[in-house]
């Protein structure tokens, strides 16, 4: 059943009444009933539309319209909660008579004071329903007088008003409204749609640890969930959390199937409705296709990070948690120019390690593979993409995505330009592309050392304070306190807390002692249908674990155990470390597995803590001597142990230990296959042979069988055929290669692999033949009456040789003879100056090489005398323009028909008409490369156009110039007017303003405008945009956070600049105001805390600008040792390690310069109550008992503690409740009968359950029974002694940073085995930073806080004299 909170303002109910709450189909709507029963087709008032929240700039016209529903009709009215709505000029209720369930709320020219929540309320004789919209007004300008004002009276209000504010903040809610060991229900909305792989992250996050419970809760509310969501949704797949996409936005997709595709579907964020448009992409969108829903956030920033929910009329469908990592590009990735088959490199430096990011490159995701290379740096701030082996293709736009942080650059690849390579397979480079223009290991080194300075400096302030601490309670030891059942204290550390700022720094409340291990034990968490098994209180030995019980577990008739001083209590919220201890000297780097190659330089390194501390090596056990061939170094810190010459005897497990640490790690000795460097390099060389002639390669070799040998001919293997014969043998491989052809020219490559590598050499076949004809057709550079000046173009193949020279013959059309005209040099072209004026020629051209001479390219016919125009000019320009005359500028062609430009001819066109006029006769050109035209209209609109005249005549023309007008010059434009702000956030501005007015020989029309900003404490102007913009709007970009800015608005013309106008005060770069409230619809008031564990509360809420947070603890600040953690919309309240006095009323108070918010919630701590005293039974009248009992301790401490009395007789036998809710010490049993026994016993109860049971005498004749004695038969003993095994292995684990990380596993042996713990290879079990403990074989392992120094794997080694066994995982941190 679903409860809804009482609001302040709500009615009592009238005589006779009941009220009884109703859930409506629209979210948001509350409806209360007044009669158990409706009559038959009547019903309450509900809401088929509610008003939505509004935004609105203030002037504006404000609207609010509800559609109500109900029979019979529900009466409408609103209210306001801060104000009333009476001012008839400034509200206006209007409802039409032909549509009485529609009602509206108008509030014209809206002003700031009507900022403010608004309800509507729907009442008929059988119920009401009420539902709430928020007004938002967006002021104009920034108000500094009142906002200054408003500061003021914030900052003299009395604390005495904080107890009314918190009085009127306090919602009463049912009491089931708080079940007892109720958590977070984000928790299960976030579990049930998530992978089962998420599991144990989800539940780290929420605090959850019995995951059997978990389980078996989970499956049971998906079985509600998809009964709920049957009633709408056929069926639901294909669920996608939401990602964040290349572009700055983010979606999150899944498959669903609707029985009804008109229901309707609403977006929660954080609990708040979010409104989304439909296929256009907003802020908010959902793109629909077939079943496909696809959910989208558009310009990430932080304040989009919360859960996500997609409701279908109020049920639940699908949940997403989205969370924005804090990191940002330090370098961004720059552009790229790369040729055809070279590596392109793009490197960018982030600001906090991540160990993967996102690739993007034309628009899909780059992967890991045969195309790219993705390389992450080892402290993972670099970050690289290699495109490999770059083409044509692969030129475009490549962008880096971080968390919501994103930048792109372009890849340019350009064409090999070389004349040789024309028209065959390029060879791969192996040069790269970009990257090496910066340091990037230098900004990463620096950006590293600063991060890890600020971890230095916590650590070394946490050190002092510890140090303090110890000092200040040496010097004065704290007194035993004579009351045991009195708390001890701990002094407040004051020194030094406020250089630790937000940061938590655990502090020592008391020594534990040897073996005072604590495990966390929760009895709500038992299976349904387990059963108390009594336990048997025994006095705790050395090195025993205690496991904390509940006193009710105590065998009936134990004697009561002396309370010790310091209580000891199980835990069920995270571990929190006492104190931070130094380790002393410990290893900061351990040793690495490594590979070498046969023969090789081997080195193994480790870095210690220490600079003045030595060690020993060991190899598989023994200790390892300097020898010829192994040298051990000592350099500072560093400990490295140097293998001269690889040999296969010395791979193995290699071990340094220093000062009671170790570190392992593993050398491998490979024998790859090796190819002598003298064979290599004679391989290298090309093998030059003459077509038809055979080709040999031979490579030499040797390495670990067994051996696979491939060949390659320009990247295509070969197998053998009639002209291909391979050889292979243990030692080396030949490739005969016969009868060669000139296109098995190209790169031979020999591929050698065995498992333990490869190994490739690469050589070059030349196979020599005649080169190809010359290609054609031939271009003509002079054709006159005297001379022929052609060219061609190369062969395609020159055969491998150079061409030396090119054979001419001449043939003149009509005869038949050719007329050789010898050879001419290598160059293609050829003038010809023995032609006689308009006869036509042909020639035949041949290559020469070496090789020999190529066939006979033949030309087409060309004629001696004919007419070459010259090409285009450029487009005239517009140097200025005048009422009587335009001048004009032009740049000649590039192409002059080979010979010189004797002028211009210029022509003009009037705007709209098809003929173009002549400026100038073409006998008569222009000289010059520019005129002065005079021959024009006044207020008529011309274009130009230009040709070159030559020698042939006059070319084609060039394109027309832009239009211009004939007038004298223009005047400069005025100002703007109505310059307003339209939209703002914390980056951006959104400006809007009119034209300025145009004034005939004053002001001219404004072509475009220039947008001006400067930062309030810089005088200087920059212009947000180069060139002008058209129209009267525009958007600022990258502004400075609640930064103060200037803006100006210059109009521009031909005329020049206008006068500038700007607005009136200073503009600051954030959203517009929004009063502080809560976004969460279910916050609890109420929670009770058992003692020893955390409290933890989150507050949701929304408000700008960023508000101030005040928590407060009965209406005083809170201690110092609560911590609280504010975020930009979120802030926590955490009681690492909860007390009785932290009881009390807690609230919040969120406040900005609009205004503020309250919420107050009341935590009990408290803990299992002890037995209550001894019962005493007193007969005052017949037939009855009186029972009387001592208190209980924790009476005067627990107002909520009562009693309850249980009866049993000795008919019955079995216990019964007489007596519950007792808050005296005395209870009259009736109905006692002769003859019978009676027992009674008297429990103490409170929040946390019942104490243990305190005993009465026996009521009655006391029956007497004989002793009760069992015989035992003897038993052979048995041998259980076995090797160590792993009952239960380690499971992988991935934590988000500065959560818990809690690694299990089980073990049996016999004998016990001694279990280790290593992270990469290093022995954590003398580390205090990490918890390990080994109970009855389970063995784990605690890391209180997880960062990212602890990502790496993680292995257990149990070992007894039977036997060894391991067992290992990886840990992954999230950033």
Known sequence: MKFFKKTKDEE???????????????????????????????????????????????????????????????????????????????YKMVSDPATPYEHYIEMPEVSPEQADTYKCFATNEYGKAVVTANLNVIEMGYKKGKAMKDARAAAVKPPEDFKNLLTKAVVESDKDDKKEGEIDPRFWDVLMSADKKDYEKI??????????????????????????????????????????????????????????????????????????????????????????????????????????????????????????????????????????????????????????????????????????????????????????????????????????????????????????????KKVRKTTRAGGGEVDLAKIAAEQKAKLDKERDERMELAKQIKADMDAKAAGAPEPEPENKDEKEEPEPVEENMEELGDEEIPVEKKKKEPGDEEIPFEENNKEPGDEDTPV???????????????????????????????????????????????????????????????????????????????????????????????????????????????????????????????????????????????????????????????????????????????????????????????????????LLLSKCQRKATGEIKIKIKNECGTIEGISRLIVLDRPSPALGPVEIIEASSAVLDFKWRPPKDNGGSPVINYILERQQLGRNSWMKLGQIPGEPKYRDTDVDHGRKYCYHIRAVTEQGISEMMETDDIQAGTRAYPGQPSSPKVISAFANCINLEWVPPSNTGGTNILGYHLEKRKKGSNLWGSINNVKEPIKGQGIAVKDVIEGIEYEFRVAAINISGAGEPSTPSEFVIARDPKKPPGQINDLKVTDSTYTTLSLGWTKPIEEEGVQDEAKGYFVEIRPAANPEWDRCNNNPIIITSYNILGLKSMAMYWVRVIATNDGGEGEPKGLDNYI??????????????????????????????????????????????????????????????????????????????????????????????????????????????????????????????????????????????????????????????????????????????????????????????????????????????????????????????????????????????????????????????????????????????????????????????????????????????????NE
């Open 203 to 424: 539940c780290a996050e929420f605090g959850v640890t019995n995951f059997r419970w978990m389980l078996k809760t989970l499956n049971a509310k998906k079985v509600e969930r998809e009964e709920e969501q049957a009633k709408y949704v056929e069926k639901l797949s294909n669920l996608k959390h939401i990602e964040v996409k290349p572009g700055g936005g983010a979606e999150f997709e899944f498959e669903m199937s609707l029985k009804d595709p008109n229901v309707k579907i609403f977006l929660f964020k954080n609990g708040v409705m979010v409104p989304f448009s439909v296929e256009t992409e907003e802020k908010h969108f959902l793109k629909k296709t077939g079943r496909k829903f696809t959910f989208g956030i558009k310009d990430l920033a932080g304040d989009d990070e919360g859960l996500y929910q997609v409701m279908v009329e109020g049920v639940l469908i699908f949940s997403t948690d989205f969370k924005v990592p804090m990191v940002d590009f330090l370098v961004k990735i720059q552009e790229v120019k790369a040729t055809e088959r070279e590596d392109a490199v793009f490197e960018c430096v982030l600001s906090s390690p991540m160990s993967k990011i996102q690739w993007t490159g034309r628009n899909q995701p780059c992967e890991q593979g045969d195309k790219f290379d993705i390389e992450v740096s080892e402290d993972m701030l670099i970050h690289t993409l290699v495109v490999k082996d770059c083409a044509k293709l692969d030129g475009g736009i490549y962008s880096v995505c971080a968390g919501i942080k994103s930048c792109n650059a372009f890849l340019v690849v350009e064409v090999d330009s070389d004349p040789a390579t024309k028209g065959k």
């Open 536 to 734: 048997e209180k025994k006095k705790k030995e050395p090195g025993d674990e205690e496991i904390p019980f509940e006193e009710n577990n105590k065998e009936p008739g134990d004697e009561d155990t002396p309370v010790e001083k310091k209580k000891k209590r199980g835990r069920t919220g995270p571990l929190i470390p006492d104190t931070i201890i130094d380790p002393g000297v410990h290893f900061t780097s351990g040793l690495s597995d490594i590979s070498v190659n046969m023969g090789n330089r081997g080195e193994l390194e480790c870095k210690l803590s220490s600079e003045n501390c030595e060690g020993i090596w060991y190899k598989d056990g023994d200790e390892i001597e300097a020898s010829d061939d192994i040298e051990m170094k000592h350099d500072g810190a560093f400990h490295r142990l140097i293998l001269k010459n690889c040999k296969e005897e010395d791979s193995g497990k290699y071990r340094f230990e220093a000062d009671g640490r170790k570190t392992e790690s593993m050398l491998i000795v490979e024998d790859p296959p090796r190819v002598n460097p003298d064979d290599l390099a004679d391989f290298s060389k090309p093998v030059i042979i003459k077509v038809g002639q055979s080709a040999t390669f031979k490579l030499s070799f040797m390495g670990r069988d067994p051996m696979k040998i491939y060949w390659y001919n320009e990247g295509e293997e070969l197998v053998e055929d009639k002209h291909i014969n391979i050889e292979k043998s243990l030692t080396h491989s030949r």
């Open 12 to 90: 009592p109910t009238a005589p006779g009444q009941v009220a009884i709450k109703k859930r409506s189909r629209v979210p948001g709507v509350m409806i209360t009933q007044f009669v158990e029963e409706l009559p038959v087709g009547m019903t309450t008032p509900d809401f088929t539309l509610k008003p939505i929240a509004l935004t609105i700039q203030e002037g504006k016209c404000a609207v609010f319209k509800a559609i109500v529903s109900g029979n019979p009709t529900p009466s409408v009215h609103w209210t306001r909660s801060n104000g009333e709505v009476t001012e008839p000029e400034r």
């Open 1068 to 1373: 600051i770069a954030m959203p517009p105001p929004v009063r502080p409230h809560f976004t969460d619809r279910k916050m609890k008031s109420f929670m009770v805390v058992r003692a020893g564990n955390s409290a933890r509360i989150n507050i949701n809420f929304v408000a700008s600008p960023m508000p101030n947070i005040t928590w407060l603890k009965d209406g005083m600040p809170v201690s110092k040792l609560v911590t609280i953690s504010n975020s930009d919309n979120t802030s926590q309240l955490l009681i690492s390690t909860s007390e009785r006095p932290d009881t009390g009323i807690y609230t919040i108070i969120v406040k900005n310069m609009v205004g503020q918010e309250t919420f107050s919630i009341e935590i009990r701590v408290t803990d299992d109550p002890k037995p209550p005293g001894p019962a005493e039974l007193e007969q005052n009248v017949p037939g009855t008992v009186t029972v009387t009992w001592t208190p209980s301790p924790d009476e005067r401490r627990d107002d909520r503690l009562h009693y309850i009395v249980s009866r049993r007789d000795s008919v019955k036998r079995m216990w019964q409740t007489v007596a519950d809710h007792l808050f005296n010490n005395k209870f009259t049993a009736l109905n006692i009968m002769a003859g019978r026994e009676y027992y009674f016993r008297v429990y103490a109860k409170n929040d946390m359950g019942l104490s243990e049971p305190s005993e009465s005498p026996t009521w009655g004749v006391t029956k007497k029974k004989d002793k009760f004695s069992m015989a035992f038969s003897s038993f052979k003993s048995l041998n259980f002694e076995s090797a160590p095994s792993f009952l239960v292995p380690l499971k992988t684990h991935s934590t988000p940073e500065s959560y818990e990380c809690y690694m299990s596993c089980a073990v049996r042996g016999d004998p016990t085995p001694h279990v280790t713990w290593y992270r990469n290879n290093i022995s954590l079990n003398t580390n205090t930073n990490y918890l390990i403990t080994n109970t009855c074989g389970v063995c784990s392992m605690l890391i209180l806080r997880v960062g990212t120094k602890d990502t790496g794997e993680y292995k257990v080694i149990a070992d007894n004299a039977l036997g060894r066994a391991e067992c290992s995982t990886k840990l992954t941190v």
